[in-house]
């Protein structure tokens, strides 16, 4: 399975009080449109796109789904799908979410739309073969950063490698 991790887009809080209601700021949409782009290159077979249900995550996802869309819909009568996860919150068992990814074929292409150090604490289960490392002090993917990992097994546990991962400087450099 080809697993693309993209953490949401920079976001502004209009409302000090509650960090929910939020938007992305316009480079934001412009860094996310450029994950799109770079995940298009890939050329993926129909990819389901999940995102956690928080504002600015959904509205990154939204930006990728569209632009993954546009590009399939152009080719194959198949459609993209956008599905929100609660298993994608923050503070959320990240097992739980690999359940629901186990449902898919090894040769799909999924998606996923979240936060840090979720996604941090994802790509170290893949490749370091769930070692429980929870002193990581840093996180992995900046803002509109992006990484793709494939995943070979999902028992005993979720099992693959990291095949890249891109800072949005990067990505800004390849587009």
């Known amino acids: 399975m080809d697993l693309y991790l993209a953490r949401h887009g920079d976001h502004r809080i209009p409302d000090p009080n509650s960090k929910y209601k939020t938007s992305l700021t316009q ?17 993926l077979d129909n990819p389901v796109v999940f995102t956690s249900p928080l504002p600015y995550c959904y509205e990154s996802a939204k930006i990728i789904h569209n632009q993954v869309r546009k590009k399939n819909n152009r080719n194959t009568t198949k459609k993209n799908i956008l599905l929100t996860s609660d298993h994608l919150l923050p503070e959320r068992n990240r097992i739980e979410f690999y359940k629901i ?11 996923v739309v979240g936060h840090e150090p979720y996604l941090t604490r994802m790509i170290t289960d893949i490749i370091y073969l769930n070692s429980g490392n929870s002193d990581l002090n840093h996180n992995l993917l900046r803002k509109s950063g992006l990484a793709k990992l494939v995943v070979h097994s999902f028992t005993p546990s979720i099992i693959g490698e990291l095949r890249w991962l891109l800072t949005p400087r990067i990505l800004k450099m390849i587009n």
């Not at 990814?101 to 998606?111: A, D, G, H, Q």
């Open 27 to 43: 480079q934001s949409i412009a860094e996310i449109e450029i994950v799109a782009k770079t995940i298009l290159k890939s050329k």
């Open 101 to 111: 990814l186990s449902n898919y074929t090894f040769k799909s292409s999924v998606i």
